[in-house]
């Protein structure tokens, strides 16, 4: 589904601060799988989903999405059949425009627009349905600017966006970090309930290893630009991972699990 060959990234190249992320780094997604991935801050996962949605360049490497190089793509052009939900509730919505209006634009990805015909009426009422989906009564405020709501009711609104188009790809960095504990709940909820029903093949960079093990097919940990771990659901418990994500201990896990 997503091949990822050989990538290699550095940031701040040739100077005293340079810094390898990745170096020949290599990794297979299966589709319509939820992938998990763990990993200390820094290791490089925000990196890895700028380099696939385009963000960033690789240095070297490529990035093969179900059977297609997308390197000289532009992000823009990804964005049609990659979704991507921020950690920051304002980042995957135009905190100026409406509800409507954001909800259109999600629609309107692979369609040529412009403001003027940015809605199209005949669309309002299933937009009203999707947001009802939400629970979070959404649909009775279609004209409210989103910088009104809550982190929370953003951050559902950018999942439905992401989701909206059934992307091929689901990029979910830390998605629910900045919510509190029951809306993070129910955003988990809602994300499963998304990527299940539409098979969405999706990769979900989370420290919270509570939700890796609920919601993800298959388990992955970086460690300095590296996949040092990976493990399908069920393969591994709870306790086992913080032990490995705290002493760093991988080779004598899979030494066990062999
Ligand atoms: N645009 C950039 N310019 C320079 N350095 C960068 C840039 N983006 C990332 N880095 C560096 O690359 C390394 C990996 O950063 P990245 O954001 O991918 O980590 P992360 O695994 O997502 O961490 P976190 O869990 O804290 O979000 C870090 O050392 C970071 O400082
Ligand atoms: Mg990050």
Redesign the pocket.
Known sequence: MLNINNLSKS??TGTENE?N?FEKFNIHINKGECTGIL??????????F?IISGV?AADNGDIVLNGKNINNLRENERAQFIGRVY?DPSRGVSPSLTILENISLSDKKCQKYTLKNLINKKNIDSYRESLKSLDLGLEDKLNTEVKYLSGGQRQSLSLLMATFNKPELLLL??HTAALDPKTSRLIMEKTQELIKNHSITTMM?S?NIKDVIKYSDRIIM?DKGKVMLDVKNGEITEKELIDIFNTKNYDSYMDEAV
């Open positions: 940031f701040n810094i992320v990993g200390a801050n820094g290791c490089g996962k925000s990196t890895l700028n960033l950690q960095d830390e960079i420290h970086l």
